[in-house]
Each structure stands twice: as C-alpha cells, then as structure tokens.
C-alpha cells in the first residue's frame, strides 16, 4: 500500500517536472517573439517619424495645396 502511494507520487512529480520544462520553454519561445515585436514596433516607429518629418519640410503651413 505504501509502495503503490510512493510510485503514485513519484509518477506525478516525474509528470510535473515534464509540465514545467514545456512550460518553461513556451514562455521562453513567446519572450523571444515579444522582443522581435518590440524591435519591429520600435523601428516601425522611427520610420514613421522620418517620413512625417520628411513631409512636414516638404510642404510650409501656410502653402496652398495644388488643388486651389
């Protein structure tokens, strides 16, 4: 009876360490993903600044636009 509780015991620690190690590496594969989003978010952003500083030069507040 002991014995069967200890096996029993020992196949669900087994079974959790399992869980944890694929746990661990989901968790590690989405933080690899997050720091590429980040990156792409990061440089998105800088070019979208570029080109809206670009187009601020190219056109003066106070012009009229072509279509008047």
């Given at each position: 009876?002991?014995?069967?509780?200890?096996?029993?015991?020992?196949a669900?620690?087994?079974?959790?360490?399992?869980?944890?190690?694929?746990?661990?590496?989901?968790?590690?594969?989405?933080?690899?993903?997050?720091?590429?989003?980040?990156?792409?978010?990061?440089?998105?952003?800088?070019?979208?600044?570029?080109?809206?500083?670009?187009?601020?030069?190219?056109?003066?507040?106070?012009?009229?636009?072509?279509?008047?």
């Open positions: 009876m002991i014995e069967e509780r200890l096996v029993n015991i020992e669900k620690i087994t079974f959790q360490e399992d869980l944890i190690e694929e746990l661990n590496k989901t968790v590690y594969q989405q933080q690899q993903k997050l720091d590429h989003l980040e990156a792409v978010c990061e440089a998105l952003a800088r070019r979208i600044q570029s080109l809206a500083e670009a187009g601020n030069e190219r056109m003066p507040a106070n012009e009229r636009p072509p279509h008047y």
